[in-house]
């Protein structure tokens, strides 16, 4: 990883922070910045200028957030957010999604997001079996955290990485440089239990694949581990491109 790198993240939600791979890219030196989107008003929109300009971001990280990603008419900003993401895609450089981020950048492409089997909680992922050798690696299954009602169509010239039972699409990769997750690797027992304080966000998730508020308090930290170290791994693999 090279020194002085510069990550800009596009955070969604106060408070979430930035998960693990904040403190992992703080170990590389990396100078670090972001957009808050979500402190801007919901019916104002947002010119493309003020975000920053594409040649000053080494790695672009896109964060998750409670809003769909087809929500344009009550957060405008999330069409200029796109087309950035657009922008910098084109531009050949590093982009890692995750959740919602993952979406978003799949959207910005001209891939659909659509509702689904909802995931909450700790599941297993697999990896797809026609991943080409020379893809993002990842294991054979893995257990990670979800923490979504909708997902993404896979990119056009994009590849499928991972899936599961409930929802197909857990991971894309784009060229060498964009890796798309709907998972969140990011999670770090902070993180956890932020999101399990929010009574409101935790009544709209119902079905077969929810796992309880009581269950997830009981979260061991080796559980995180996993998620952390592929969210490392991808990093620097974005960076190598």
């Not at 975000?51 to 998750?64: A, N």
């Not at 087809?70 to 050949?92: F, T």
């Not at 894309?172 to 966000?201: A, C, W």
Request: charge should be negative; hydrophobic fraction near 40%.
């Amino acid at each position: 990883m090279k020194k002085n790198l510069k990550v800009h993240y596009f955070q969604h939600i106060a408070g979430e922070g930035f998960g693990s791979c904040y403190d992992f890219l703080r170990q590389h030196q990396a100078q670090i910045s972001a957009t808050e989107f979500f402190a801007l008003p919901f019916n104002l929109p947002v010119d493309l200028e003020a975000l920053p300009d594409i040649d000053d971001v080494d790695l672009l990280i896109v964060m998750g957030g409670k809003m769909s990603v087809n929500d344009e008419a009550l957060y405008p900003w999330l069409k200029v957010e796109k087309q950035w993401i657009r922008r910098y895609i084109s531009a050949g450089k590093p982009a890692i999604g995750l959740c919602l981020g993952g979406q978003l950048i799949a959207n910005a492409l001209g891939a659909k997001v659509k509702p689904n089997h909802q995931e909450l909680g700790w599941t297993t992922v697999y990896r797809s079996r026609t991943v080409p050798k020379d893809c993002f690696a990842l294991p054979a299954q893995f257990e990670v955290m979800q923490w979504h009602r909708e997902t993404f169509e896979i990119p056009h010239g994009a590849i499928q990485l991972a899936e599961n039972p409930a929802c197909a699409n857990q991971m894309y990769q784009i060229g060498k440089n964009v890796l798309g997750f709907q998972f969140h690797p990011e999670i770090t027992p902070n993180t956890l239990r932020l999101f399990l304080d929010d009574d409101e966000e935790l009544s709209i998730f119902n079905g077969d694949y929810i796992q309880s508020a009581i269950h997830l308090k009981k979260s061991v930290s080796e559980q995180f581990v996993v998620g952390n170290s592929i969210l490392n791994e991808a990093i620097q693999y974005v960076l190598r491109s």
